[in-house]
């Protein structure tokens, strides 16, 4: 078992455990946003969808962007490193750690902005499209690798990072793609007009 709270929040393993214990808390948040929307006019099947699509956009993305924000052993004690050239990072994990370490931060990089990508065209119709997703993922990404510099975290701010976010973000809003919102559906979140008098 993690012991203190160390433990729970500043480790790898205590961040997975925490998503998956939060997972009964995101569903209820999920049930009470839908619930208020329908209470106030929403149609139920929009209710539900933005709803989920809110909660889970945050649900899926925060635990990664907490675990790779994880200060390393010199944190504060060594600069900011960067690495600009693409790919030259993942050649040295595959050279230093071999091809499962490789698959793991592959994997790991592409995961980040997944939620993101999968669920926000599903959410907000200005978003559905692929070009602005990239954007959206690269833009985030880019934000992450300068707080890790300037916040000095004893990790690596790299090109490589940026671009597998950035293409994670855009294969999972390829695979929501069918289930994107139109322009003529953005009025779902807004209440259904009360009838006339007389009607």
Same mark, same amino acid.
């Given at each position: ?110 995961? %980040?902005?997944?939620? =993101?990508?999968?669920? /926000?065209?599903?959410?907000? $119709? &200005? *978003? #559905? +499209?692929?070009?602005?997703? !990239? @954007? ?22 790299? %090109?490589?990072?940026? =671009?597998?976010?950035? /293409?994670?973000?855009?294969? $999972? &809003? *390829? #695979? +929501?793609?069918?289930?994107? !919102? @139109? ?17």
């Amino acid at each position: 078992m993690l012991q203190g709270w160390h433990g729970w929040v500043g480790t790898f393993t205590g961040v997975v455990l925490l998503t998956v214990a939060v997972l009964p808390l995101a569903a209820l948040m999920v049930w009470a946003l839908a619930r208020r929307r329908i209470v106030t006019g929403t149609r139920p099947g929009w209710a539900w969808r933005m709803s989920l699509a809110e909660v889970g956009i945050v649900y899926g993305t925060v635990p990664w962007i907490w675990m790779i924000m994880l200060p390393g052993e010199r944190a504060g004690a060594v600069p900011g490193r960067v690495s600009l050239v693409p790919l030259r990072d993942l050649f040295t994990i595959l050279a230093d750690g071999g091809p499962v370490t490789a698959t793991g931060q592959v994997v790991g990089n592409l995961l %980040v902005f997944a939620a =993101l990508g999968f669920l /926000a065209p599903l959410r907000f $119709a &200005a *978003l #559905a +499209s692929v070009p602005r997703i !990239l @954007a959206l993922a690269a833009g985030c990404s880019v934000l992450v690798e300068v707080a890790q510099y300037v916040l000095r975290l004893d990790r690596v701010s790299s %090109v490589d990072d940026v =671009l597998l976010n950035t /293409a994670g973000a855009g294969l $999972a &809003a *390829l #695979a +929501s793609r069918r289930w994107w !919102l @139109a322009p003529a559906e953005t009025s779902s979140d807004r209440p259904r007009p009360a009838p006339a008098p007389g009607r």
